[in-house]
């Protein structure tokens, strides 16, 4: 019988929930080229000190470690700082659902790590849909989850876009966000705190967000007009991410190649 019991204990706890349909556990040792790409340097404050060094990038002990550190490489590269980045873009996107991810990261003036989804669409930003599981501004005591579409850049503030909230500084938190047909719906270590509505009736171009697939953006940046000018750092800053998990909701989901 005691075996019996035991048997049955395992099973239960290792039983893979039906409703989750994909996940990146980071637990191999490297970055997976099927689903990464290295964040290519941009012109936006968010991309513009993204760099491929080797350094800033690494997956060990099962989670992904994400730098930022001064720049080493000038007068080659004028940016003060580079910064690591990875996407998903062209290789893995998510179709409505619900995705999970934990993480933790350090603070300091100028640091702004950042998990985020954008719409996979060929048209430009932001016609596609942004949504910010994530954003952190140097060392606030909260975080913001936000959503951007070509409504919200047009300047309409109804409904709300944004919502901040507190978390385990320091500590590694669970960031979700559920994309339905009606709302976009955030969650912090299992507490919904934001929802943003599809309005009824219609707005153009205000709810594209279960129209299309979206990739995912994992981000370690620093300085830019939001969050400020950087102060030195003595070591590296780091964005760490334990693992990745999608979900199927009652309204769907669905992992696609891009």
């Known amino acids: 019988m005691l075996w019996l019991i035991v048997l049955l204990a395992l099973s239960s706890c290792t039983k ?31 991309n513009n000190t993204m760099s491929p060094q080797e350094d800033l990038y690494e997956v ?23 910064t690591g980045g990875v996407w998903t873009k062209g290789k893995v996107g998510f179709h409505k659902g619900r995705l999970e991810v934990r993480a933790r990261y350090d603070e300091h003036q100028g640091f702004w ?73 955030f969650a912090v270590n299992g507490e919904e705190f934001f929802s943003y509505p599809r309005l ?10 279960p129209n299309h697939p979206f990739y995912l953006i994992l981000s370690a940046q620093m300085g830019g007009s939001w969050v400020g000018k950087p102060a030195p750092i003595a070591e590296p800053l780091l964005l760490e ?6 979900y199927r909701t009652d309204e769907g989901g669905e992992v696609v190649t891009l």
């Not at 490489?73 to 700082?81: G, L, N, Q, V």
């Not at 009824?200 to 967000?209: A, G, I, R």
């Not at 991410?241 to 999608?246: F, L, N």
Request: glycine share 6%.
């Open 16 to 46: 893979k929930d039906p409703n989750l349909l994909w996940s990146e556990e980071f637990d191999t040792g490297t970055l997976n080229s099927d689903i990464w790409s290295k964040t290519p340097i941009g012109a936006s404050d968010w």
């Open 60 to 82: 060990s002990g099962g989670t992904l470690k994400l730098r930022v550190r001064p720049n080493t490489s000038k007068p080659t590269d004028s940016a003060s700082f580079v």
């Open 200 to 209: 009824e009736p219609e707005e153009e171009n205000q709810f594209p967000f």
């Open 113 to 185: 790590p950042a998990i985020w989804l954008l719409g996979a669409v060929s048209d430009s930003w932001p016609m596609g849909g942004e949504i910010d599981l994530l954003e952190h501004l140097n060392s606030d005591s909260v975080f913001y989850s936000t959503v951007h579409t070509q409504y919200t850049l047009d300047g309409n503030e109804e409904p709300k876009k944004f919502a901040t909230h507190a978390f385990k500084k320091g500590d590694f938190n669970l960031y979700s966000v559920t994309v339905g047909t009606r709302s976009v719906t």
């Open 241 to 246: 991410v334990d693992y990745i998990r999608y």
